[in-house]
Each structure stands twice: as C-alpha cells, then as structure tokens.
C-alpha cells in the first residue's frame, strides 16, 4: 500500500471522504427529529436561538420553559449557530455533529501522516469512516459525537507532541490538548478529562514517560482551559444557584455509583455492569468483529505482550482497553458513552496492521472499497430511518397545520408533548403538563387532537364514538372531537399496520435511544 500513497491515490482518497461526508450533510434534512433524543436537543438550541439566551440552555418539559442543567452548552451553541445561518430545521439541529466527525478524520489523517507513514494516516481514516454506527451517528443530534473530536483531537495532540522534537512546535501541540480538554469539557463536563487521563496517566506510570508530563505547557495551558470553562460555569452558577452542586455531585458522581441520584430531567438507562464490553463492539463494528477474528486466527502470536512493549501500540489500543473497562463499572450508561474510543481504536487496528501483515486483507484496495460501499450503503439506508422509528411528531404537526391553515386552530397532544412538537410546532401546539389520558379532552372546534396510538386505545368508549379521525401517522393519531356520536366512523389504528409499528419499533430499545415508562423521556444522551 505504501507504493500506493501517491499525491494522486491521496487526491483520489480525499476525494471520496469528501464525497461521503458531503452526501452524510445532504441527507440530514430528509429524516425528521425523532424523539426522545433528537427533538430534546433540538428544542434546547431553538430556544437559545428564539430566546435570545444563550447562557442557561431551556427546554420544553411538563408543560413548562425550564433551564435544563444536566450538560454544559458547547453542543447547543453550534446546534444554534447553525440555526441562526441555516434556519430552524434538522439540517441545522444535525451539522455539528458531521462537522465534528469530519475534524476528527481531519485530526487523524494531519497527525499520523506527519508522525507516522501516509499507510497508517489513511487506512484508520477510512477505518473511522466506515465505523458503521460512528458515521450514523455522526447526523443525528447528540452531544457524543463532538466529545469524540475533542478526545481525538485530545489523545492525537499529545502523542504528536511526545513524538515531536522542536520545542516550539511541542508547545502547539501540548496547548491543543489543553483547548481540546477544555471544548470536551464545555460538552460533556469532567467525563472529559477522565477519558483522556485514566488511560494516559496509566501509559505514562507503564513507560515511565514522566518527562512529557512534566514538559507540557501546564501555566499557559492551564490558563486556556480555564477561560474556556470557568465563565460559563460562572454565569450559570449565578443566574441558576444551586447547579454548581447539582452538575458535578448528581449529574457526574451520584449518576454512575447510586440508583436514585436526584435526576432532574427522568430515569437514565440501567445496564448490568460489564455492559461496555458489548456496547463497544456494536459501536466499532464491523472492524471490533474483523479485530476479534484475525486475533482468533493468529492467537499463538503472543500478540498482547507484544503490544504492551509497544509505546505507539499500547497508547491508542490502551485507550480503548482502560476507558472500556471504566465504562464496565457503570450501570448509567448508553452505548453512545463508547463511542470516543472508536477513531483511537481504529488508529490502533491500522497501526496494527501496518507491523502486522497477516492482518491486512489480501488485498488492501478491496479493503478500502469495502470501507466506501459500507459508506455508500449507510447514506443510502439512513434516509429510511424515520421509517424503521416512527418516533417524530413532524408529520402530524404539519397535517394539523394543513387542515386548519384556513382557520385558527391548536393542536393538543394528549398524555405528553414530545420534544419534536414542540420543534415543529411553533405557536399551534400547546403545552401542558404529562397528564391522564382524558385529561385534556374538551370539545372544542378550534383543537385538533394528537395521540400516541397505545393511548388512543386507552381512550373511553363513550369519547371515542365522538372522534373523528382526520389522518394517522406513524404512531400517531390526528383527530377532532364532536358533539354528537360518531358511531362507527371514527377510525381505529388497523390491527396489521399497529403490528407493524410495534415490531420495528422495538429495535430502538436495545440502543437505550427510547424509553417510554417514564413521563420526562429522559434519554439519558
């Protein structure tokens, strides 16, 4: 492959990451919010965006406009500066997200091609890009994938500052690391620094490489990463008393060592312990699962002492194994906590393939083609995502809005607003707190009704013979109510497509991406 990295082949292969990445950005407006996660999110960044706050993040629950403090801004602040260039809709709520996967291949490639060979640079680029769930994830709105540029670009940036010898430019890097450390902290708080120390402090006790330690630019350094979180934390404290305590004590110490830890915002996403094992499987797949089989293949190798006495090997592949075995000893967790361990594994596995030729394919331009098709085939299934979720109240919003868009009207979900109404709504939805099933229901001809088909069916009998059903969508049902009984034209959700939904919408549970028992829909993300 060497002979291959050529400027023309490295013209060719940029040319086809750009392809994808800009094919990822197109069909980011072609999938609604889907609830919990994505519309919670999105709704937090419209609101900096309407409010004109963007200090204290705010979102829509139990009916009310309340300052959400379980995550630091710096996710809601792009996803808000998007909106204010692009406008309030998905492709805005879902770009940081691929512009922070794009920085972090940008990131590896800049960094193993000046300090390693261009073969290492671009097959863990294309090993990255093809991580079937990272490149998923990278459209979807949540805070994980820019945590995971900043871990990179944290881990990157001081292996190239211990493999740089010019003192001024070992200063650049070593005050990278400090920034990104500060930007990781501005996303996702302490989790942070603890993904970047644990598995560097050990490297470092292992090695004995306490000279880079002590070399780092710790005044100026220090300095950055304080300017870039002490204001925030500052002004929210002040505006919001009480936070301070309520992030790092409930939101970053009680979450992973106690059951009932004063959770504002619903329940998290109980595991047993050990969980990260699989978690980090699924989201390095499928290269976790080509890893597992030639490490079966070529077992009478010793390869894991091998590595232990390799400083590049055992630094990235090190990252993987101690923030793993970390994430084991929580029971709080979602898979998407794993997924800053993906570009540093594939940095790993490509290095490891570099010093290990049995573990390259036979044929190593098939290896990238394999890499672009699975790109290919992601852009072409993500579209259909809405489909296989049906958990997005756009639809029926809009429906609302085009049978009343002649006369003033109101559309009233019963049970619980999701987070996407409220995205898509603007002023027609109305809020109100989670309530009984019957609770909001009152004839009047200027409120449309929308309803979650399991509580649609909930619905008395004598209310139901005065709904009039003017469409359904996905599990959800848009309707009116009348004064006199409807006998048998109100329509009821059919048996065989009701089916349908429930089966495709069980896949979402085993990601921990829904969660229904409870009325805040906390996603845990």
Known sequence: MTSQTNPRNCRAYLSWIMILLAARCVVLCFSPLTDPTEGRYAVIAKEMVVSGDWVTPHLWMDGRCVPFLGKPPLYFWAAAACMKLFGINEFSARLPGVISFALTLLVIGVVLGKYMTQEIAWRAVFLCLSSVVLFVSSGIVIVDI???????????????????????????????????????????????????????????????????????????????????????????????????????????????????????????????????????????????????????????????????????????????????LFWCLARQLLMTYLYAMVPVFAVGLSILMARYPQWTPPKDPLFKKTALIIGFALIIGIPLFPLWSHRSAKNIVEKASEISKNQPASLYFIRRVPYSAYFYGNETV????????????????????????????????EISRTIDVLSQDGVYVLFRLTSKPLGQNHAQPSRPYSLFVHCVSVGPFVFGLRRDNHPHQRSGL
């Open 146 to 324: 820019l945590l995971t540029m900043c871990i990179t670009g944290a881990l990157l940036g001081y292996y190239a500052f211990c493999r740089e010898s010019n003192p001024a430019v070992q200063k650049r890097w070593s005050l990278l690391v400090f920034v990104m450390l500060g930007l990781g902290f501005m996303t996702k708080g302490p989790v942070a620094i603890v993904l970047f120390g644990l598995p560097v402090l050990l490297w470092t006790v292992w090695f004995r490489r306490w000279k880079e330690v002590l070399a780092q630019e710790w005044y100026w350094g220090i300095t950055l990463f304080a300017v870039i979180v002490i204001p925030w934390f500052f002004l929210v404290e002040e505006r919001n008393p009480g936070f301070l305590r309520y992030f790092f004590v409930n939101e970053n110490f009680l979450r992973f060592t106690v059951h009932q830890y004063g959770d504002r915002y619903g329940s998290g996403h109980e595991h047993l312990r050990g969980a990260a094992l699989w978690m980090m499987l699924l989201a390095a797949a499928p290269w976790s699962f080509y890893a597992l089989y030639r490490g079966f293949q070529h077992r009478k190798q010793h390869l894991v002492k091998a590595i232990l006495h390799d400083e590049e090997l055992a630094f990235f592949l090190g990252v993987v194994v101690v923030n793993t």
């Open 430 to 461: 109305i809020p109100h707190p989670d309530e009984t099933v019957e609770a909001g229901l009152v004839e009047n001809k200027q409120r449309l009704y929308a309803a979650e088909k399991k509580y649609y069916n909930e619905l008395p009998k």
